[in-house]
């Protein structure tokens, strides 16, 4: 199968808490993205984590990425209604393609 | 940032039919652009890597003679859908990407509906 596993698949929670969500890749990595769709759209790039990279962190976007254990997670803090979407991580292969993660779709409730 | 369009946004056409669909890379060079599909409530499924000038390289299952694709500058690629049948419904997108880049830029996707 070309695509990786995310979960949750489906995340609701309450404006304000955290979400977490997690992915986890098969082949060796160049690098790993995470990217956001809403509902009919395109995709929207919101971080890059690099394969010597452990941590990132951009606004109120936490990633991390474990090597050894082909894995990443997503943490969104301090949620809010607008970042009700669906989130996908994306993982460079040593053979340049991009294969992506099942997705998980984030529900925030007001 | 880089921006990446895509045309049209929407058809709709007869079974039968053939469609194209037009990604543009509007303010770089695209060495490497790629088209991928995507069903209702699912990831997205790679059909094919092209490099400006050459053939595509497609994945495993998708046919080729199906969908053409045509990378025929550094800021086009052309995804034709050869006589579509209702199965080919779907929403399409292409992404490019620069020969040093690291991330892909993606276009806004074409919704493609086979009657």
């Known amino acids: 199968s070309q695509q990786g596993e995310e979960d949750p698949q489906a995340l609701s929670i309450q404006e304000g808490e955290n979400a977490t969500m997690n992915c986890s890749y098969k082949?060796?990595?160049?690098?790993l993205q995470w990217y956001r769709q809403n509902s009919g759209r395109g995709l929207v790039h919101l971080i890059l984590?690099?394969?010597?990279?452990r941590e990132k962190h951009s606004g109120r976007l936490r990633v991390t990425l474990d090597t050894s254990k082909k894995s990443s997670s997503l943490l969104i803090t301090a949620s809010r209604a607008a970042d009700t979407a669906s989130y996908f991580c994306?993982?460079?292969?040593?053979?340049?393609?991009?294969?992506f993660g099942a997705g998980t779709r984030l529900f925030v409730k007001a | 940032g880089a921006v990446v369009s895509q045309h049209p946004s929407r058809v709709i056409c007869k079974s039968g039919t053939s469609v194209k669909i037009e990604c543009r890379s509007l303010?770089?060079?695209?060495?490497?652009m790629f088209w991928y599909r995507q069903f209702p409530k699912k990831s997205l499924m790679l059909m094919a890597t092209?490099?400006?000038?050459?053939?595509?390289?497609?994945e495993q299952g998708v046919e080729k003679d199906k969908f053409l694709i045509n990378h025929a500058s550094l800021t086009l690629s052309t995804l034709t859908v050869t006589s579509a049948h209702p199965e080919d419904s779907s929403f399409y997108i292409c992404?490019?990407?620069?020969?040093?880049?690291?991330?892909?830029?993606f276009g806004p996707g074409t919704r493609l509906l086979v009657l």
């Open positions: 992404s490019a990407r620069t020969r040093q880049g690291e991330t892909q830029y």
């Open positions: 082949t060796s990595i160049n690098n």
């Open positions: 984590i690099r394969s010597n990279e």
């Open positions: 994306a993982a460079l292969t040593g053979g340049f393609k991009t294969i």
């Open positions: 303010d770089f060079q695209a060495t490497t």
């Open positions: 092209s490099n400006e000038g050459s053939k595509a390289t497609y």
